[in-house]
């Protein structure tokens, strides 16, 4: 079997785990694959003292039997775009962690048990977590594990745009905003949280719609996990679609919008997470 390494690019501990990983992995007769950036720089780290195992392009990790990332909650998502329906399984360098379940201390026995589970039955213990997915006429954005944002050009005096926002082919508000932010259960302690939308817990089948800086006040809501919803953008020179933070389309208005649940989720490895000693760290 393949594991997939993606570890936070300029944190030393995420490097020593990943170079300590690396090789008790090769112990398990696993092959090792890490993402180009971790290769580099691996290669060049004082940890670092066996040969720089084989190399790939994140979004080629969905070719590994299980991935770990190692980070924060930005380097998991990073993670999750390449790995596609591919488990992964994150260890946690942040100070919430809200997307890793483990602890670096327990880290390496961790992924060396499931990779042997992995070996032993044929597949790794799982939970799948729904994803979104954004598109339009003619184009398509990579599906987002926390939220799929819409927005004029830019935010506050002066930006913004007319926002109409439908679920399910029903109008809900209809006004001026900063934009729309339409996050997942999993997303919703990060971008929607800081936007004053709701908490909402991971298990909960629901998508949440938050208005960013809605001028008309309406409340945030959460909606069945199968539901459409439709952004229409109009009355901006232009605005823009983002998955995840880090994926974006540039869009002329008027525009119409797409967002509903992708298709392949993504596929949690490891010990669950306890959301409440999470929430904990946000005190």
Same mark, same amino acid.
């Given at each position: 079997?393949?594991?997939?390494?993606?570890?936070?690019?300029?944190?030393?501990?995420?490097?020593?785990?990943?170079?300590?990983?690396?090789?008790? %992995? *090769?112990?398990?007769?696993?092959?090792?694959? +890490?993402? /180009?950036?971790?290769?580099?720089?691996?290669? &060049?780290? $004082?940890?670092?003292?066996?040969? @720089?195992?084989?190399?790939?392009?994140?979004?080629?990790?969905?070719?590994?039997?299980?991935?770990?990332?190692?980070?924060? $909650?930005?380097?998991?998502?990073?993670?999750?775009?390449?790995?596609?329906?591919?488990?992964?399984?994150?260890?946690?360098?942040? /100070?919430?962690?809200?997307?890793?379940?483990?602890?670096? !201390? !327990?880290?390496? !026995?961790?992924?060396?048990? /499931?990779?042997?589970?992995?070996?032993?039955?044929?597949?790794? *213990?799982?939970?799948?977590?729904?994803?979104?997915?954004?598109?339009?006429?003619?184009?398509? %954005?990579?599906?987002?594990?926390?939220?799929? +944002?819409?927005?004029?050009?830019?935010?506050?005096?002066?930006?913004?745009?007319?926002? $109409?926002?439908?679920? &399910?082919?029903?109008?809900?508000?209809?006004?001026?905003?900063?934009?729309?932010?339409?996050?997942?259960?999993?997303?919703?302690?990060?971008?929607?949280?800081?936007?004053?939308?709701?908490? +909402?817990?991971?298990?909960?089948?629901? %998508?949440? +719609?938050?208005?960013?800086?809605?001028?008309?006040?309406?409340?945030?809501? @959460?909606?069945?996990?199968?539901? !459409?919803?439709?952004?229409?953008?109009? &009355?901006?020179?232009?605005?823009?679609?983002?998955?995840?933070?880090?994926?974006?389309? &540039?869009? @002329?208005?008027?525009?119409?919008?797409?967002?509903?649940?992708?298709?392949?989720?993504? *596929?949690?490895?490891?010990?669950?997470?306890?959301?409440?000693?999470?929430?904990?760290?946000?005190?």
């Amino acid at each position: 079997m393949t594991v997939g390494i993606v570890a936070q690019r300029d944190n030393d501990r995420a490097m020593s785990l990943a170079s300590t990983l690396c090789d008790r %992995l *090769r112990a398990t007769s696993a092959a090792v694959v +890490v993402d /180009e950036t971790t290769a580099g720089a691996l290669g &060049d780290h $004082d940890a670092w003292e066996a040969a @720089v195992p084989d190399s790939a392009p994140v979004e080629e990790m969905s070719a590994c039997d299980l991935v770990v990332s190692i980070g924060g $909650d930005g380097t998991f998502l990073y993670a999750a775009r390449g790995a596609g329906s591919t488990p992964i399984l994150g260890v946690n360098l942040g /100070e919430v962690g809200f997307l890793n379940a483990i602890a670096p !201390e !327990e880290a390496v !026995e961790t992924v060396v048990a /499931e990779v042997e589970h992995i070996q032993k039955t044929g597949s790794a *213990r799982t939970r799948a977590k729904p994803r979104l997915q954004a598109s339009g006429d003619d184009w398509e %954005l990579s599906p987002a594990l926390n939220e799929v +944002v819409v927005q004029g050009e830019r935010r506050g005096h002066g930006g913004g745009a007319t926002l $109409d926002v439908y679920v &399910d082919d029903s109008l809900y508000t209809s006004g001026h905003a900063d934009g729309v932010l339409v996050a997942t259960p999993t997303g919703s302690t990060a971008y929607n949280l800081s936007e004053r939308g709701p908490l +909402v817990h991971p298990d909960v089948a629901g %998508l949440i +719609v938050t208005g960013m800086a809605d001028e008309t006040g309406t409340p945030p809501l @959460v909606v069945d996990v199968d539901s !459409e919803i439709v952004v229409e953008l109009t &009355d901006a020179d232009s605005g823009v679609v983002v998955s995840d933070g880090r994926v974006r389309k &540039d869009v @002329v208005p008027p525009e119409r919008i797409t967002i509903s649940r992708a298709g392949e989720p993504v *596929r949690l490895a490891g010990p669950p997470l306890d959301f409440f000693t999470a929430l904990d760290k946000l005190a």
